[in-house]
C-alpha cells in the first residue's frame, strides 16, 4: 500500500490517472449512467481535440519554451482545410496544405525564439495575433460552411463497431511519440534542454534544432486538431480556436508537465486533456449548470497544482533531512573512529 | 567630463522611451494624415475611454513582472467585479458607492489568491495565474445567472453620480479616464521607482535569495504586487462598467494579451529585474491608439491583431538586437575601467 501511494506521488503521471479515475467513480456514485462504456467513449471521443493540442504543447513546454498560438493556429488551418474541401479539393491535398501552414507558422516561432532571441511567450503571442488576422482576411470574415457530408462524416467511421476513428488516431499518435519521446535516439533531448539548456549545449545536442523543432511540431499538431475540427463540427467560424491555446496549457499542467522545462510526458498531457475536456459532461451528469464549467476548471487546476507543489517540497523535505541524518552518521562514525586511534 | 555628459545625452535619446514616443508621435503624423479628424483633441484624448483597462491593468501587471512574475487573470478579474458591482447594487440593494468599495475588495482578495499560491506555496506564476484566469471569469459567469436580469443583457441604469466616472469631463474637454490614468501612473511611478518597497520588487526581481538574506520579506513583497494587480483590475472593471453604463461578465475576456503585449512592449524584461512604468505607460497608448487610428482609417475590428502582433515581434526583436550589440562596448568600458 505505502508503495502505491508513494508511486502515485511521485509520478506525476500516476497522480492524474488517480485523479481522472477518482473524478469519473465519484461521478459515478452519485449517478451510475455516466460509468456506461457508450458515455466514456463520447468523452474520450470528445477530447481528441485537446488531446492533439496538449501534445504539441507538451512539446514545446517540455524544451522550457511555451507556445500560446495554437488555438490561432487551429482556427487558421480548419478554415483553410474546411475551404479547399468546399471547393472541391481532395482530402489528402487539403490536409498536406493544412499541416504545412502549421509546420511553417511553428517554424516561425521556432526561428523568432532561438535566432532572434525573442522570449517564447512574446514570439508566440505575436503570432497568435497575426495569424488570429489572418483567419479574417482568409475568410473575409464569413463562415466557412456547406461542407461536403462525405468529409463531415469522417466523424462517425467507427472500426470494430466503437473505436472512433479520430479516437484511434489520437491514440495511435500518443503511442507513436511516447516512443519517440522515451526510446528513439533523439528523444530525450527535448527533456534536457528543458531540464539544463548549457549542460545540453555542452554536451553537444543541438539545442537551437531541436526547440525549432518542437514549435514546428507543435504547430503540426495544431494543424491536425484544426482538420479534425472542421470534420467533427462540420462549420469553421472565423472565432474558431478562440482560448483554445490556455485550455491546452491547462490540460499540460493538470498533467504533470512542469512550465520550468524538462518535466513531464505525453501519457500525462493526454490524461489532462481528458480531465479538461469531460468536465462540462461531468457537470451535466450531476445535474449542475453548465455555467460552472470553467469555474470547476480553474478550481481543479488550482487545486492539482498546489497538491503537487506540496507534495514535491514534502519530499524534498524529507531528501535533505535524509541527506543530513546520513551525513551526521557518517561524521558520527568517522569521529568515533578518530577517537578509538586516540586512545 | 565631457565625455561623461556625451555619455548621458545619448542615454536619454537612445532609452526605449524616447524609442516608443517616436512610435506614437509616427503614429500620431500618420492617421492625422490620413484622417484629419483624428488630430481634435476630444477625438484624439476620447480615445482612450477605448483602452482604458488596458493601460491601468498594464501598470500595475509590470510590476508583477518585475518581481519575474506574472499575472494574466487580470481580464477575468474585470469581468467578475463588474458582475460583483453590479449584482450588489441591482439584486443586494446596496449604495453604489459601498458596492465600488467590496468591488475594489474583491479585487484585492483575488489578487492575493494569486498572490498567496505564487509566492507562499510555491507554485509557478503562469500556472497559478491561469487556474486564476478560469477561476475567475468561470465564477463572473456563475454571478451573472444569479442575477435577475438576464445574462445577456446585463445589469444597467446606474445612478448618475456612477455614470460620472468614466463619462464625466475635466475642464469641458478632458475626459475623466485620462485623469484616472495620469492618478494612476504616478502612484504606480512613485511606488516603483520612488519607495522602498520599489527598490524591494526590483531586488526580488533579479535575485530573491539575495532579497531574502537582506532580510527583505520576499515572500510578502511578491505578493503585494500580486494583490496590487488584482486592485488595478478591479479598478478597470468599475470604470469600464461605469463607461459601457452596464455589467457583463466577458467584459475583459479579450484583455489577456494586450495586457501582457503593452508590459513587454513598455521594455519589462519577461525574466524580471527590469522596466519601467512609464515605459508601460506609453507602449499602452501606442497600442491604443494605433488599434483606434486604424479603426479610424476604415480598417475593420478584426483584422487589428496583424499590426499589433507585428508591432510586439518587431519591436521587441529590435530591442533584443539592441542590447546584444550594447553587450561589446559594456565589456571595453569595464577593461578600460579596470
Given at each position: 500500500m505505502?508503495r ?28 451510475p449512467s455516466?460509468?456506461a462504456?457508450d458515455n466514456?467513449?463520447?468523452c474520450l471521443n470528445g477530447s ?7 501534445i ?16 490561432a493556429?487551429?482556427?487558421l ?6 475551404t479547399m474541401?468546399?471547393?472541391?479539393s481532395?482530402?489528402?491535398?487539403a490536409s ?5 501552414i ?10 523568432g ?7 517564447a511567450i512574446?514570439m ?5 495575433g ?21 468529409f463531415?462524416s ?5 472500426l470494430?463497431?466503437?473505436?472512433n476513428?479520430f479516437?484511434?488516431i ?8 511516447y516512443?519517440?519521446l ?11 534542454i528543458g531540464d ?6 555542452l554536451i553537444?545536442i543541438?539545442?537551437d534544432?531541436?526547440?525549432?523543432l518542437?514549435?514546428?511540431l ?17 462549420f469553421?467560424?472565423?472565432?474558431a480556436?478562440n ?8 490540460a ?25 475536456s ?6 451535466v451528469?450531476?445535474?449542475?449548470s453548465s455555467?460552472?464549467?470553467d ?9 492539482i ?7 514535491q517540497?514534502?519530499f ?11 551525513r ?11 577517537g578509538?586511534d586516540?586512545? | ?7 548621458n ?5 537612445f532609452?526605449?522611451e524616447?524609442?516608443?514616443i517616436?512610435?506614437?508621435v ?9 484622417n ?18 488596458i493601460c491601468i ?9 518585475i518581481?519575474?512574475g ?21 439584486d443586494?440593494g ?7 468599495i467590496?468591488?475594489?475588495l ?12 505564487i ?14 484566469m ?12 444569479l442575477?435577475?436580469s ?5 445589469i ?6 456612477f455614470?460620472r ?6 475642464f ?8 484616472i490614468f495620469l492618478?494612476l501612473?504616478?502612484?504606480?511611478y512613485?511606488l516603483?521607482?520612488?519607495s ?7 531586488l526580488?526581481g533579479?535575485?530573491?535569495?539575495a532579497?531574502d ?17 488584482g486592485l ?5 472593471g ?16 479579450e ?5 501582457v503585449?503593452a ?19 506609453l507602449?499602452a497608448?501606442?497600442i491604443?491608439?494605433l ?18 502582433g507585428?508591432l ?21 568600458k569595464?577593461q578600460?575601467?579596470v
Amino acid at each position: 500500500m505505502n508503495r502505491i501511494v508513494r508511486a502515485i506521488t511521485q509520478t506525476r503521471e500516476l497522480f492524474t490517472v488517480a485523479f481522472l479515475i477518482i473524478l469519473f467513480l465519484g461521478t459515478g456514485i452519485v449517478n451510475p449512467s455516466f460509468l456506461a462504456p457508450d458515455n466514456i467513449l463520447l468523452c474520450l471521443n470528445g477530447s481528441v481535440i485537446y488531446i492533439l493540442l496538449a501534445i504539441g504543447v507538451s512539446f514545446v513546454i517540455t524544451t522550457g519554451d511555451i507556445d500560446v498560438s495554437v488555438g490561432a493556429t487551429l482556427g487558421l488551418t480548419a478554415a483553410v482545410c474546411a475551404t479547399m474541401i468546399r471547393d472541391g479539393s481532395s482530402l489528402i491535398m487539403a490536409s498536406i496544405t493544412a499541416l504545412t501552414i502549421g509546420a511553417l507558422i511553428g517554424l516561425v516561432n521556432g526561428l523568432g525564439v532561438t535566432k532572434l532571441r525573442i522570449p517564447a511567450i512574446i514570439m508566440t503571442l505575436g503570432v497568435n495575433g497575426l495569424v488570429r488576422g489572418s483567419i479574417y482576411v482568409y475568410t473575409e470574415g464569413k463562415w466557412v460552411e456547406n461542407l461536403p457530408a462525405v468529409f463531415k462524416s469522417y466523424g462517425q467511421i467507427t472500426l470494430a463497431g466503437f473505436v472512433n476513428l479520430f479516437l484511434l488516431i489520437t491514440v495511435l499518435i500518443v503511442i507513436g511519440v511516447y516512443l519517440y519521446l522515451n526510446k528513439g535516439k533523439k528523444g530525450k533531448y527535448f527533456a534536457a534542454i528543458g531540464d539544463n539548456m548549457g549542460g545540453a549545449t555542452l554536451i553537444g545536442i543541438p539545442v537551437d534544432k531541436t526547440r525549432i523543432l518542437a514549435f514546428v511540431l507543435c504547430g503540426v499538431f495544431a494543424a491536425l486538431a484544426g482538420i479534425i475540427f472542421a470534420s467533427k463540427i462540420g462549420f469553421v467560424t472565423p472565432t474558431a480556436g478562440n482560448g483554445y491555446e490556455m485550455k491546452a496549457i491547462a490540460a499540460c499542467v493538470l498533467g504533470g508537465v512542469s512550465l520550468t522545462g524538462g518535466v513531464g510526458s505525453v501519457i500525462g498531457a493526454m490524461f489532462g486533456a481528458i480531465i479538461m475536456s469531460s468536465i462540462s459532461r461531468i457537470l451535466v451528469f450531476l445535474q449542475f449548470s453548465s455555467n460552472w464549467d470553467d469555474t470547476i476548471t480553474g478550481i481543479l487546476l488550482i487545486i492539482i497544482v498546489v497538491a503537487d507543489a506540496l507534495i514535491q517540497k514534502h519530499f524534498k523535505e524529507k531528501a535533505r533531512r535524509e541527506r543530513l541524518a546520513a551525513r551526521d552518521l557518517k561524521a558520527l562514525r568517522a569521529f568515533e573512529e578518530m577517537g578509538g586511534d586516540a586512545e | 567630463m565631457n565625455m561623461i555628459g556625451n555619455l548621458n545625452w545619448k542615454k536619454i535619446i537612445f532609452r526605449w522611451e524616447m524609442a516608443l514616443i517616436f512610435i506614437l508621435v509616427m503614429e500620431i503624423i500618420i492617421f492625422g494624415s490620413i484622417n484629419p479628424r483624428f488630430l481634435k483633441l476630444p477625438v484624439l484624448l476620447g480615445s482612450i475611454n477605448d483602452y482604458i483597462s488596458i493601460c491601468i491593468i498594464a501598470l500595475f501587471g509590470t510590476i508583477v513582472m518585475i518581481t519575474g512574475g506574472i499575472d494574466i487573470s487580470g481580464g477575468a478579474i474585470v469581468g467578475l467585479t463588474s458582475m460583483v458591482l453590479g449584482l450588489l447594487w441591482q439584486d443586494a440593494g446596496l449604495n453604489i458607492w459601498v458596492a465600488v468599495i467590496l468591488c475594489l475588495l474583491t479585487g484585492v482578495l483575488c489578487g492575493a489568491l494569486n498572490g498567496f499560491l505564487i509566492s507562499y506555496v510555491g507554485v509557478q506564476a503562469m500556472v497559478v495565474t491561469l487556474g486564476g484566469m478560469f477561476l475567475y471569469s468561470g465564477l463572473a459567469v456563475v454571478l451573472s445567472t444569479l442575477s435577475v436580469s438576464s445574462a445577456y443583457e446585463g445589469i444597467s441604469g446606474f445612478p448618475q453620480a456612477f455614470i460620472r466616472i468614466a463619462g464625466g469631463k475635466v475642464f469641458g474637454f478632458i475626459p475623466n479616464p485620462f485623469i484616472i490614468f495620469l492618478i494612476l501612473v504616478v502612484i504606480a511611478y512613485v511606488l516603483l521607482h520612488k519607495s522602498r518597497f520599489g527598490r524591494y520588487v526590483f531586488l526580488v526581481g533579479v535575485n530573491p535569495n539575495a532579497a531574502d538574506f537582506s532580510g527583505i520579506n520576499h515572500r510578502f513583497v511578491s505578493m503585494f504586487t500580486y494583490m496590487l494587480s488584482g486592485l488595478s483590475a478591479s479598478v478597470a472593471g468599475v470604470v469600464l462598467t461605469s463607461y459601457l453604463g452596464s455589467c457583463r461578465a466577458d467584459l475583459g475576456n479579450e484583455l489577456t494579451m494586450p495586457i501582457v503585449t503593452a508590459v513587454v512592449l513598455g521594455g519589462t524584461a519577461i525574466t524580471g529585474g527590469r522596466g519601467s512604468i512609464i515605459g508601460t505607460a506609453l507602449a499602452a497608448i501606442v497600442i491604443g491608439l494605433l488599434r483606434f487610428g486604424l479603426q479610424m482609417s476604415g480598417v475593420s475590428t478584426q483584422y487589428l491583431d496583424i499590426p499589433v502582433g507585428l508591432l510586439l515581434i518587431v519591436a521587441v526583436a529590435a530591442r533584443g538586437a539592441s542590447l546584444y550589440m550594447k553587450r561589446p562596448s559594456f565589456a571595453a568600458k569595464k577593461q578600460k575601467a579596470v
